[in-house]
């Protein structure tokens, strides 16, 4: 009798941390923790939940490895935001520097289609089941034609998202905000290629130019979701940095 309650009290206690951490981690996708302020400390949160500091401090570390947070010696924990922990690569400009006008268009909308074998990475099982949601757009920088971008998902993991429901214009944000998916890490692919007609019109370079072709795989909070980008970029004034959002 004494195992079973051991074993009920340790399945609460991992139940409480989850709990916790899963109520703090969308009041931050929700903006109710804005980026940059500090969480209530590990003491309101016990009061608050009725736990001890060690399952609330369970729950921080948890938010911690995530990059949702970090901790301030002396100040608590500080939400952080969180597409510039990714360490993924991007144009600069991207991660919202005010020192560039940007905007994002979208060239090819949402749909539901078959997989195209351009993908760099090899499809699990039942991505190869599925049909997937392909949509196609352009990052502008000072209103000049930076990146072609395509990008892909399956379809049985993830409903169809409409365009004009991007928040700011962002698939990452959108995810998050909307849907409490984040990105939690990535694969990459890197080489030096000639733009293709299709890149070279989109681009608006000549056919031929040297351009960063990027192929990346996202991995996701969302078991069996992962995200699919072909990245075409011209980086002859624009150089490439960390922090990059869909």
Known sequence: MSNFVAVKTGNIKNRKYHTIQDYIRKRIQTGKYPVGSYLPSENEICGQFGTTRTTVRKALDELLKEGFIEKEQGKGSKVLERRKSLGLLTVKGF?????YKVKTVVTKGPKITEWNPVIAFSLTEEEK????????????INDRPVVLENNWYASNELQLIDSDAFIEGSFFKTLSQNHFIEVMGAEQELRSIPA???VAKNLGIQEGSPIL?????????????NLYGDLYCNTTDYPIRNSYFL
């Open 196 to 198: 293709s007609k299709e």
């Open 95 to 99: 991660s919202g520097s005010i020192d």
């Open 213 to 225: 072709h990027i192929s990346v795989r996202f991995r996701t909070s969302k078991p069996g979701l």
């Open 129 to 140: 089941k599925s049909n997937c949601v392909y949509f196609q757009r352009v990052r502008y």
